[in-house]
């Protein structure tokens, strides 16, 4: 969420339910505009909160340069006193899909990871169940990591990649119109493409490789992991993934202004195919034959 | 020299008498102006377009916006004044007026915009009404201190929902309203509201509740008597072709279903307060469909989201029985149970306001039935006390739900008296699994300290608002175990119980499903039933020997005969093998 954005959130609450109280947003609007004077951050972005059970984690990040490739991410316990999120080690993201508690809100804490026989993250399955330490602090960046991956969104067109390859914020996004902010193919995933460069192009009609060069959300499995919805007024629309829930990410329709927000536990959710009714119109065929 | 100028497409056009003459004359500036505007302006023979207005229109969007780095994006701006250009030669619904998105919602608040109808002239004393009271339900207020909590809905949202309650009120028989949260689904979300009815309307829909229950073991008896006419008939049915005289009876079912609890009553239990929902501000308010405790025990063992359809049907295992309308009101049923906490002392026991306190104490303590109502005398608890987090100044206001999915324990042993012997009789043959010992919760204003830890989560996490203006914060807990359920005190008797969530408890690890019950056997293992191999062509040989007619003499016929039930043991053994 851009930084300017954060003090008013109320706006947004409709399809959320959350928002950022006064104090909590005066707070971040004052000590993230420092913290992106030192770094020299040409914007800054308010993440999210971690929410741990004796202290919640503010997660903020800025660029330089590269909208994508060149973020950096900050975090801290109080929203004042910020540190560098290390990146994060092959180590820990392992560990941290197999960590089911809460965050504590310590960062130095060592957590005791129990991997169970047959566990196949670190190569061989193991012999016998073994405990793995965890720093809370390196879960903490891995979080952010698979987060970022899997479910930060940009519309179609907010990002552009310049002549040079280098990728920043569309001067000239005008917004998604209301029929396109209804379909999943117009929201692209704000992370390093994974699939073939020309994979969502060749996917599109009207395909422009200038800001066609991320992946869309609409191919994620299952389908219907993704939800989108529209405010009652029809202004803002906001997608949300099952997978993590309490990742929010709104754009006002027509307008260039999008954002997302992440208020959860960190916790990813492991049961979305229960959720949805894929089978739906079989079973109701078998039950109800017409 | 000169040829050179023809190539270059006569961009300068000569004379072909300077030509002749041999000498260039100065280029004329108005000429060339308007041969290259002339170019400019010739038009794509395939678009009808041309580049003399397209990049005017540019330079003149680039002039009146002034973006930075503008070369940057100059294809990007290229490309979006051609887009907007582009008009499909099948756009014939240009001249239609479009209403805006807004509209739709305009059309549904103004109802709530406007002043209340003055009420019908009537009779009844304005106190009798028994209208419930709304002053604690100005949402705006309730709002402020969403905020401070970080929650909240916009203030249209809000305004509306006071208005809409207002007018919920003098509709339905209602004494106590209260802004229960918002479940967000998947494609539509649900305001919901706790309400208490007037006594007449429990009284009413008990009066009801009572005949179906008789109802229910009615149709237990019939049910039984026809299976067992049936049973009887079955023979006679299948004399039909003589091959198939000694066919097996057909399997019966085996299990039987544990009897199943009675719902609790309206006005009771899990069934205390009424629900009312809808999806948006504007909608009608919906009432839901009392729980009952099969709901409520299914709802525990599947995980499902709402879609904000609430006839949408639950595909589950465990068969989910009702629609959505019924999975939302046991979820909502759950969550009340397990999230409502109000500070300490705010509720007392019904008898400690009269000065009974000891003795009511012991006698609530026991069991759950004991009443609660709001202490008169109630002294808040300080903001450090409530913000402590051993959880010791929050007390469960809601009865917890049992495992059979009732506030209070149902014996189902002893079946109601009058059913046939026969029902009486199988239920003694079987034997007794849950036993008569009653199931306890944890009472009534139990503290929340004393709620389990799942999995090293505790149940709750408490903050304080505010760590800079201690004067004027506000206690917030927040459930572990069912995120979005929030409960916050503020510096004086104002609390509240709110939930903004999807309506799912948290799975530790994650959820995994009931596992299938084991397949039952058909028939009772028997001869009739087993597959045994097929004798080999060596095996039939030697039978075939050994059952040779006896012409052979004594002497070796004996030895014959040992030989075969030698063979016929090994057959024996073989086929017991085979089992």
Not at chain 2, 312 to 321: E, T
Not at chain 2, 555 to 578: Q, V
């Amino acid at each position: 969420m851009d930084l300017d954005e954060v003090l008013d959130t109320i706006h947004l609450s409709e399809q959320w339910g959350h928002v950022i109280t006064t104090e909590e947003g005066l707070i971040l609007h004052n000590s993230l505009l420092i913290l992106q004077n030192e770094n020299h951050f040409r914007r800054i972005f308010f993440w999210g909160r971690i929410r741990g059970t004796d202290n919640d984690y503010y997660i903020a990040f800025g660029y330089r340069t590269d909208a994508l490739l060149d973020r950096t991410f900050y975090y801290s316990t109080n929203c004042l006193n910020w540190g560098l999120l290390p990146l994060p080690t092959e180590y820990a993201k392992k560990l941290t899909p197999l960590c089911t508690a809460m965050f504590q809100g310590d960062p130095a804490l060592v957590l005791d990871v129990l991997l169970e026989k047959d566990e196949i993250s670190f190569g061989d399955p193991l012999p016998e169940p073994q405990v793995k330490k965890l720093k809370e602090e390196d879960r903490l960046s891995a979080t952010v990591f698979f987060i970022n991956e899997e479910a930060a969104v940009v519309p179609r067109g907010a990002l552009y990649k310049r002549a040079d390859g280098v990728i920043v914020h569309n001067l000239a996004f005008e917004g998604l119109t209301p029929v396109e902010a209804r379909e999943t193919i117009c929201f692209l995933h704000y992370r390093v493409p994974k699939q073939k460069w020309n994979t969502n192009l060749l996917t599109r009609d009207d395909y422009n490789v200038a800001i066609d060069f991320l992946d869309s959300v609409d191919v994620d499995i299952p389908e219907g992991c993704w939800t989108v919805n529209m405010t009652a007024s029809e202004e803002v629309v906001v997608l949300k993934t099952l997978y993590w829930p309490g990742m929010f990410f709104y754009h006002w329709v027509k307008t260039p202004k999008h954002g997302f927000l992440y208020f959860g536990t960190g916790v990813k959710c492991l049961d979305v195919p229960f959720f949805l009714n894929g089978l739906y119109p079989v079973v109701e065929d078998f039950f109800h034959p017409k | 020299m000169i040829n050179d100028l023809a190539n270059l497409g006569s961009i300068i056009e000569i004379n072909p008498e300077e030509r002749d003459l041999g000498r260039v004359a100065l280029p004329n500036e108005e000429h060339e102006f308007v041969y290259a505007k002339a170019f400019l302006q010739k038009n794509s023979t395939v678009t009808g377009e041309n580049l003399y207005d397209h990049l005017s229109e540019i330079l003149n969007k680039i002039l009146s916006e002034r973006p930075e780095n503008v070369v940057d994006f100059f294809e990007e701006y290229c490309r979006k004044i051609k887009e907007k250009r582009f008009r499909p030669l099948t756009d014939h619904l240009e001249d239609i007026y479009v209403a805006p998105g807004r509209y739709r919602l305009a059309n549904k608040l103004l109802p709530f915009l406007r002043p209340l109808p003055p009420e019908a002239p009537s009779t009844v004393d304005p106190e009798d009404l028994e209208r419930a009271d709304m002053t604690k339900n100005n949402m705006l207020d309730l709002l402020a201190y969403f905020e401070i909590a970080g929650l909240g809905l916009p203030r249209l949202e809000m305004f509306c929902l006071t208005m809409s309650m207002r007018q919920l009120i003098r509709a339905e028989p209602i004494t106590r309203v209260r802004f229960w949260g918002k479940i967000f689904g998947m494609h539509k979300n649900y305001l919901v509201l706790e309400a208490d009815l007037k006594d007449e309307e429990y009284v009413k829909r008990n009066e009801n509740y009572n005949a179906a229950a008789d109802n229910k073991i009615d149709d237990l008896v019939t049910d039984h008597l026809e299976q067992m006419k049936r049973e009887q008939e079955l023979p006679a049915e299948d004399a039909l072709p003589q091959l198939w005289a000694t066919l097996p009876p057909t399997p019966r079912i085996q299990y039987e279903e544990p009897p199943e609890p009675p719902s609790e009553p309206s006005g009771v239990g899990v069934n205390k307060t009424v629900y009312y929902v809808c999806n948006e501000v504007g909608d009608p308010w919906v009432q839901l469909p009392d729980a009952t405790p099969k709901q409520i025990r299914i709802a525990r063992q599947i995980y499902k989201t709402f879609t904000g359809d609430l006839n949408q049907a639950i595909v589950s295992y465990p068969l989910f029985p009702g629609t959505e309308r019924n999975y939302l009101r046991a979820q909502i049923a759950r969550i009340s149970a397990g999230t409502h906490i109000s500070p300490l002392g705010f509720y007392i026991f019904a008898g400690e306001a009269f000065g009974e306190a000891e003795e009511f104490e012991e006698g609530a303590g026991g069991d759950n039935k004991g009443d609660i109502s709001e202490n008169p005398k109630y002294d808040p608890p300080s903001i450090k006390d409530l913000t402590d987090k051993s959880m010791m100044f929050w007390v469960h206001h809601n009865n917890h739900i049992l495992n059979q999915g009732r506030t209070t324990w149902w014996n189902s042993n002893p079946l109601p008296e009058g059913i046939d012997e026969e029902l009486g009789e199988e239920e003694e043959e079987k034997p007794v699994i849950a036993g008569p010992e009653p199931e306890t919760g944890p009472a009534l204003l139990t503290p929340c300290s004393e709620d389990v830890t799942l999995d090293a989560i505790p149940a709750w996490s408490v903050r304080s608002s505010s760590d800079i203006a201690e004067e004027y914060a506000v206690a917030i807990v927040k459930s572990n175990f069912w995120p979005g359920a929030y409960g916050f005190a503020a510096q004086g008797k104002t609390f509240h119980n709110v939930y903004f969530g999807s309506g799912l408890k948290v799975m530790v690890p994650n959820f995994s499903p009931n596992p299938l019950p084991p397949v039952e056997q058909d028939y009772p293992l028997g001869p009739e039933i087993m597959e045994i191999l097929d004798p080999t062509g060596a095996e039939e040989e030697t039978w075939r020997i050994a059952h040779l007619p006896k012409e052979l003499p004594p002497k070796e016929l004996r030895g014959e005969d040992e030989l075969g039930g030698e063979e016929a043991e090994e057959e024996e053994e073989e086929e017991d093998e085979d089992d």
